[in-house]
Each structure stands twice: as C-alpha cells, then as structure tokens.
C-alpha cells in the first residue's frame, strides 16, 4: 500500500492537469470566436457609409476615332527608261532619282528637255512652253504621252542599263551657251542606236556620235571644242 500512494496521487495530478489543459483548449476558441465576431460587426459609421449610396464611378471618356493620316507618297529611289514614240520616229529617256524625275526627246532635228516629278509612279514634266510629259512608271515601263508644239504621241519606254540613257553636255563657247543631249539605246539584236541635237544659244550644230560603249568619253564639237558628256547622275541635280 505505501508503494501505489505515490502513483495514484500522479496520476490524479495527471488526471487534473489534462482537465485543466482540455479547457483551456475549450476556452481559448471561444475567446477567439467572441473577438471575431466582435471585430466583424460594423461600426457606427461603416453602418452610416453603408446605408448611404455609393459615389458614381468616374465617367471613361473614349477619345473621338481620328481620321487615319493619309501615308505619304512613294517614290522610285533610282531607275532609267528609254524607248521610242509612236508615231514620231523619235526617241524618249526619262531618269528619276528619289522623286526627281527628267525627261527627253528627240528625233535629230528637234529636241525638248522636261522636269518634274515622281510620286506613286506618276510622272507629271514639263518643258518649254507648252511642252509636256505624263504618265506611269513602273513594271519595268515608262508608258504615257508626250505634247510638243501643239502634237501629242504616246510613248512606251523599257527600264535600260549603262550604256543606254541619257547624257548631256553644256559648255560655253565664244560667247554662246551651248547645250547637246544624246539618247543612247541598246538594240535587242546588237548595237546601238543614238540620237542627239546639239546648240549654240537658238543655232543648232552639228553634233558628234557619243562612243557607245563608253559614252562620257569627251568628243570634239570642231576643232576649237570638245565637249565632256554626262551620264544622267552627273546632270539631274542641274536640271531640277
């Protein structure tokens, strides 16, 4: 007997601090529930800004759809043309370089040179007088129509390479400007063809054949003259 009273009173220590543990356990959610449900009633005010409506949302203000702006007009960065025109015999050039378009006819008798420019691969030029050029370029083409004192062709030109084009020299000689343009054209079957006009102020010349194949070499006019010819690079910045 005096072995178990140590045990038994252990275990009635054991037994009372387990009891103590279970409700504090017990007790300890409902503390927590209390302060829960405490915390989760609304206050006075929250209870006044509750029942009051709430303010209107900010109005979104779409922007007007703008008109798209218009895209700027393309030009061809570089390209030459040269062909002749119906119903004349002669033969027309036309260059353009960013915009910057020139064009020239001529038939060995008679020539006219033309300015202006390229926009969407319209060409809209214009020359002396009344003298002028329009059409389309593009798919490897120049097509339009040329008017020279008061006559009206059309024309068909293909895009060409060096040496075929346009050259022109200027030069100043005895007092009188003198000016010469040639065309130069490969043929499909060999060759060349070329036409040019060369003048003294309003007396036209006799104007020497360009070296076809190296077509800026100089060429004498007489025997007092020569003349350094230009490829269209060389001249186009000048005529606008």
């Known amino acids: 007997m005096s072995r178990l009273g140590p045990v038994i009173t252990l275990t009635a220590g054991a037994a009372l601090a387990v009891g103590l543990g279970v409700a504090s356990i017990t007790a300890t959610p409902a503390a927590n529930t ?30 007007e759809p703008t008109e798209t702006a218009e895209a700027a007009p393309k030009t061809i960065d570089k390209a030459d043309y040269g062909g002749y ?74 895009t060409v390479v060096k040496p075929s084009g346009l050259y022109r020299a200027t030069a100043q000689v005895r007092g009188a400007k003198l000016r010469a343009g040639w065309i130069v054209l490969k043929r499909p079957q060999g060759g060349f063809t070329q036409v ?35 490829d269209v690079d060389g001249f186009i910045q000048e005529m606008q």
Not at 36 to 63: K, L
Not at 209 to 230: F, G, I, S
């Open 34 to 63: 209390t302060a829960a449900a405490t915390s989760n009633e609304p206050s006075a005010t929250e209870t006044t800004a509750a029942a009051e409506p709430s303010a209107e949302p900010a109005a979104t203000v779409t922007p």
């Open 196 to 230: 040019g006009a060369a003048f003294a102020d309003e007396k036209q010349l006799q104007i020497p054949q360009l070296n076809a194949y190296q077509p800026t070499e100089p060429v004498p006019l007489d025997d007092d003259t020569t003349l350094y010819p230009k």
């Open 85 to 158: 025109v119906r119903g004349n015999g002669g033969l027309i050039a036309i260059s353009t370089r960013d915009g910057k378009t020139i064009g020239y006819f001529c038939d060995g008798k008679s020539e006219a040179w033309f300015k202006g420019n390229e926009k969407d691969g319209k060409i809209t030029l214009r020359g002396f007088g009344a003298a002028a050029v329009g059409g389309t370029l593009g798919g490897g083409k120049a097509t339009g129509w040329l008017k020279i004192g008061g006559k009206k062709w059309t024309f068909a030109a293909n």
